[in-house]
């Protein structure tokens, strides 16, 4: 599962669809309309990237002879040689490797370098990255919590403003039943 998937799961993400309003009540403030919520910025990829495309936008031209290859004929010689051994027969495979290809064997060794330097670039640009994401991600918490924190002030006050109301009706209908009972005669008819 990608970091973006798990965020999905957490983060609850503005839709189009407009906000239900609530009917109007009299002397009830109106409901301020939804923030416009900007779009989350992209999760930055911290697991799921691929060397090549890294090492392409890194600007690491291909090699003849690639620190990969190098790994490979390393991890062929067989394990109970020893260091030294094992250092001197890779270094000739790798000459002969080179050989074929028409490369020095320092072609592999270049390569493992410049990998390795943009390989530490990414390892180090990874905390900034997610220290950006986070930042960004609990700025628009803030912004979220204060547009709930706005919502609720308008229930409160449109519940206010209902009470308000409820009375004014309740305190118009007695004033209106005084007449009804003056003119009322005591069979229940107006006269």
């Known amino acids: 599962m990608s970091f ?9 993400f503005d839709d189009d669809r407009p906000e239900p309003r609530p009917t109007s009540v009299p002397d009830a403030p109106p409901v301020p309309p939804a923030g416009a919520a900007s779009p989350s910025p992209a999760a930055p990829q911290l697991a799921d990237f691929d060397f090549a ?13 690639t620190a990969e290859q190098a790994l490979e004929i390393l991890g062929s010689l067989p394990k109970e040689l020893s260091p030294e051994t094992q250092r001197q027969v890779f270094k000739e495979l790798l000459r002969a490797k080179g050989a074929t290809l028409g490369v020095p064997p320092e072609a592999a060794m270049e390569d493992a370098r ?21 930042s960004s991600m609990e700025s628009e918490i803030e912004n979220l ?26 305190s118009e209908i007695e004033r209106l039943t005084r007449v009804l009972q003056l003119l009322q005669t005591p069979g229940g008819r107006a006269e």
């Open 53 to 65: 495309d890294l090492y392409q936008k890194g600007g690491i031209p291909p090699a003849a002879l």
């Open 4 to 12: 973006s998937d798990v965020l999905k799961k957490f983060v609850v």
């Open 145 to 170: 919590e204060e547009q709930i924190r706005e919502r609720k002030k308008a229930i409160d006050d449109v519940k206010e403003g209902q009470q308000q109301a409820i009375k004014k009706c309740h």
């Open 114 to 134: 410049r990998k390795i330097d943009i390989l530490s670039a990414e390892a180090k640009a990874i905390p900034e990255k997610l220290a950006e994401f986070t």
